[in-house]
């Protein structure tokens, strides 16, 4: 997200428009919460079941806190980068990439959406899981739903991610590394 920020702003720094500097702030900063929901993430992994059924709250809160961060800030992140692309862009119209991400927005919040319902009207109301005689767990209706709805959403979010590829391919960085006064050399 630095490096996407970094782009827009050598890219308005003659003209200084207001309106991309100030989404270009608030996507660097969403992208920003974005790293730090994926590490929520990745620290309270999925098993919120225990073997009676019921909630483990202590990893089940912090893991949608986390996935919240991700995909409900990174999905309106991929919104105010197309309103940037929008902005900056003259050729808009005629861009494939603008539509391309226009449509992997749209597919990934409904997804987001259809994952929220799934869950709401679904197994939230419902008693979270039966034990069969087997002892094993039959989870609720819209469980199924629910779970394929998000890994579409995961899925959707990284292509989206994808492509940037061409964006940063036509840039060039360059890192400016001044050592002067840390290390003198003794004799």
Known sequence: MYMKYLMVWQQNRHIRDERVDTVNRWSCMAGLVICLGGLIVALSPTGHLRKDCTWYWPMFVPHVIGAIMVFGVGYT??????????????????????????????VGITAMIISILCVKYGFLRSHICNLDAVSAINYPQGMLSAV????????????????????????????????????EKKE
């Open 77 to 106: 992140t991929t919104l105010l980068h197309l309103y940037l692309h929008y902005l900056t862009d003259t050729r808009w119209k005629t861009s494939p990439l603008f539509y391309t991400r226009a449509l992997l927005s749209l």
């Open 148 to 183: 394929v709805a998000e890994w579409l959403m995961v899925f959707i979010f990284q292509s989206y991610v994808l492509t940037y590829i061409p964006d940063f391919r036509k840039a060039t960085f360059v890192l400016d590394v001044n050592l002067s006064g840390v290390c």
